[in-house]
């Protein structure tokens, strides 16, 4: 008897399931149709107002046994599912995403392109010190062939009594000694309000580690012309910084190269964990070129070589590396720079990477 009365309950719950069904899906119909109308008149597909009344009247309805706040959770989900069905397949994928594109970005630097097998090598110092320093640096590059001239005017420091760079100066010094050897300015800015100097001095914006998230930065740097290398967060997942590179293109810059640069582990053989495995992942789930900082990565200069290849290899489209040409009395970053010989075997180890 008990047995019997239980199966017909179950029955009766699986009528009431399979009208519900019937409803909410009758229900997205109707939403479905609404946002049509909607996008023919130009108005907002969420409108919160109507929401609220919608829920405040089925709460006024209720007689439990459902708390008021359980009726608005059920409720809501239903609104938002079915919401989230007039979404455009642009706003359901993000714009950095392969789904929304699948040719991969080549961005034109004056000429050099990376990305879609263009590999390049950006390198420099750390930190701009001097113009002799910066010039004698970069002449070294030139020798390698290496177009892309990195330096950082704007550091960000872990101690505010660490060198913090030389600021204005800095750039113009970078500029200066680019025009002289016809290289490209890759620099960091810190700051929205460093935007206009950029734009004087800098041919490709980066911005670091630290400042992943930071968003007003990210929106700037998406209403800028200049092409952005954006640095993975210390800490950051591959979601995290996918999401970031989507504040800089959704603002209307897509010039965005993603830089894996090491993320934070419990190992101490490295200064951060050289994350490769991010290299073949942004690949497939981005169009944007990927490229790998092989420097703050691991901190050491001696794997540098090995690091640089294996990036290569897992398809980056290009490495970063600092070089200084005295790296002993560099003002910051002293152990991982390459001096001017380490400089030239790294460029020569890479060679058949790069044709
Ligand atoms: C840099 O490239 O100068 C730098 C500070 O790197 P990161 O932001 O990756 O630490
Ligand atoms: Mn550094």
Redesign the pocket.
């Known amino acids: 008897m008990t047995a019997e009365r239980l199966k017909e309950l179950r029955g009766q719950l699986d009528d009431i399931n399979i009208e519900l069904l019937d409803l909410i899906t009758k229900r997205a119909e109707i939403v479905a149709e609404i946002g049509k109308v909607k996008a023919k008149i130009g108005t907002k597909r969420f409108d919160p107002v109507r929401e609220s009344q919608m829920l405040e009247e089925l709460v006024s309805r209720n007689n439990g046994p459902f708390s008021d706040d359980t009726i608005r959770h059920l409720f809501k989900q239903i609104f938002k599912a079915s919401l989230d069905l007039q979404k455009t397949d642009q706003q359901k994928e993000l714009l950095v995403s392969r789904k929304i594109k699948t040719t991969d970005t080549v961005i034109d630097i004056k000429g050099l392109k990376i990305g879609a097998n263009n590999k390049v090598i950006i390198a420099g110092p ?2 701009v010190e001097t113009y002799e320093q910066t010039y004698a640096a970069a002449e070294n590059l030139k020798k390698q062939g290496v177009r892309m001239l ?1 330096g ?1 005017a704007f ?2 420091r872990t101690s505010p009594y660490d060198f913090q760079g030389l600021g204005e100066e800095g750039l113009q010094i970078l500029r200066k000694v680019a025009d002289e050897l016809d290289l490209i300015v890759v620099s ?1 800015i810190v700051s929205p309000y460093d935007m206009e100097a950029a734009h004087k001095y800098i041919d490709v914006i ?1 911005i ?4 992943m998230q930071n968003f007003e930065l990210l929106k700037v740097a998406g209403e800028a012309s200049i092409p952005i290398i954006l ?2 967060g ?1 800490a950051a997942t591959l979601d995290e910084f996918m999401f970031a590179a989507e504040y800089v293109v959704s603002h209307g810059n897509s010039n965005v190269i993603l ?1 894996e ?2 993320i934070r582990t419990y190992e101490r053989a490295t200064r951060n964990t050289l994350d490769i495995s991010a290299v073949p992942i942004l690949k497939q789930e981005s169009h944007l070129p990927v490229i790998v ?1 092989v ?3 691991t901190g050491r200069k001696d794997i540098v070589i090995p690091t640089a290849k294996a990036s290569l290899a897992a398809g980056a489209d290009g490495i ?1 590396v ?1 070089h200084h040409p005295n790296p002993p009395v560099a003002l910051c ?1 002293a152990a991982q720079q390459l001096n001017p010989a380490e400089f030239e075997q790294l460029c020569e180890a890479l060679k058949p990477f790069l044709s």
Do not use: F, I, V, Y
């Open positions: 750390c930190a990195r950082g550091k960000p960091e980066q670091g580690a630290r400042n640095k993975r210390l830089c640069r090491g900082d420097s703050h990565s970063m600092e970053d």
